[in-house]
């Protein structure tokens, strides 16, 4: 089995990161796809150039400017293996590969120390969520539960309080003192939200104060305003400028 990392700047990371390639597959060697085969060279990953039906079949119709790297099954971790962290964020059911790569790469950027997804039910590590992720998922552990509940006890047990964003908080976003200390951020589904259960066990759910006329924002864009949110609070120490973008 194989895993395909489609796109330029996610196949740059992978090979940044030191993430294990099988080979580099590529359009050509001009210009920034050169680059990519001497980086790829440098360590010892095969590149093959191939042609544009080829390499749009292992891209599994993701956009892939070219460039797709070929990977073994992905390395997804148990929570027990997420590294010792001050933040994680937890997936209650995301289900769009777009909004999953969104928030992995707000998530790196933003300095967590793990994504955790469910096992059923949700989107997992696909083509389309490694392009969207821009590369971090070559950076930002992922673990797979099979109940999400059952994670954030756990989570609990390591230190962790459990922030849940949700339309109908009982606090806002700016007020909740929770979000000061080890946090696990939780995001629930796509129009659906956090699931009851879920909803139940967090330690607090918040809102993000809204002016406009519209229920709610997307998942991913939610994700963003509550992390750096977080890293507002902790005063933005080790996030130097030009990272955004």
């Not at 990392?5 to 359009?27: K, Y």
């Not at 933003?110 to 590590?125: C, K, T």
């Not at 946090?183 to 879920?198: H, I, N, S």
Request: proline share 4%.
């Amino acid at each position: 089995m194989v895993h395909v990392i489609p796109g330029r700047r996610s196949v740059a990371e992978a090979l940044r990161a030191g993430r294990p390639l099988r080979e580099l597959v590529l359009s050509g060697e001009d210009g920034q796809l050169g680059a990519l085969a001497a980086s790829a060279r440098a360590v010892n990953v095969r590149v093959r150039v191939a042609g544009r039906g080829e390499i749009d079949t292992l891209a599994q119709g993701v956009l892939h400017q070219g460039a797709v790297g070929v990977a073994g099954v992905f390395p997804y971790r148990t929570l027990a293996e997420l590294p010792d962290c001050e933040l994680v964020v937890v997936l209650d059911g995301v289900t769009d590969p777009h909004n999953l790569g969104a928030i992995a790469r707000t998530a790196e950027i933003a300095g967590a120390g793990g994504l955790v997804l469910r096992e059923r039910r949700s989107a997992h590590v696909t083509p389309a969520a490694e392009k969207a992720a821009a590369g971090a998922f070559s950076w930002l552990p992922v673990a797979l539960v099979p109940n999400v509940v059952r994670a954030l006890e756990d989570l609990a047990g390591r230190g962790f309080w459990s922030v849940g964003l949700a339309g109908g908080g009982d606090e806002t976003l700016w007020s909740c003192r929770l979000l000061d200390g080890r946090v696990a951020l939780v995001v629930g589904a796509e129009g659906a939200g956090l699931t009851r259960l879920v909803s139940e066990r967090v330690d607090a759910r918040v809102a993000i104060p809204a002016r406009g006329r519209l229920a709610s924002l997307n998942a991913s864009t939610a994700a963003a305003v509550a992390l750096f949110e977080i890293v507002r609070r902790r005063g933005g120490q080790g996030y130097p400028g030009g990272r955004i973008g």
